[in-house]
C-alpha cells in the first residue's frame, strides 16, 4: 500500500505555469509506472503523462508544455505545465503502479484552473 498526496494546483492565468507533486508514503522506487491523469467537469478522466520502462508518453494537447519526472530520493512524482491554456482546467491526479497487472494507487486530486 501507499498513500499518495497531490499538491500545486490552483488558479493561474492563460499562459501562467505551475508545478504539480505527488508525494507518496513510501519508496517509489519499485514504481515503474508513474502517470497523470485529468478530470475536467463533465467529462471522463484522461492520461496526460506517464512515465514507464518504455519511455515517456504525453497526450498531444500537452506535448512541448508539459514535463512529468520523478525525484526518487524525495519519493516525489512532478508534473511540471506551463504556458496553460483554460482547456487544461480539470482536476489532476497522479497514478502509480509497479506492473499493468498490478495493482495501482491514486491521490485525492488537485484542482487546477487556468483563466482567461
Known amino acids: 500500500q501507499v498513500q499518495l498526496v497531490e499538491s500545486g494546483g490552483g488558479l493561474v492565468q492563460a499562459g501562467g505555469s505551475l508545478r504539480l507533486s505527488c508525494a507518496a508514503s513510501r519508496s517509489i522506487f519499485s514504481f515503474t509506472i508513474m502517470g497523470w491523469y485529468r478530470q475536467a467537469a463533465g467529462k471522463q478522466r484522461e492520461l496526460v503523462a506517464r512515465i514507464s520502462r518504455g519511455g515517456t508518453y504525453y497526450v498531444d494537447s500537452v506535448k512541448g508544455r508539459f514535463t512529468i519526472s520523478r525525484d526518487n530520493a524525495k519519493n516525489t512524482m512532478y508534473l511540471q505545465m506551463s504556458s496553460l491554456k483554460p482547456e487544461d482546467t480539470a482536476v489532476y491526479y497522479c497514478?502509480?503502479?509497479?506492473?499493468?497487472?498490478?495493482?495501482?494507487?491514486w491521490g485525492q486530486g488537485t484542482q487546477v484552473t487556468v483563466s482567461s
Open positions: 497514478n502509480l503502479a509497479e506492473s499493468y497487472s498490478g495493482p495501482n494507487y
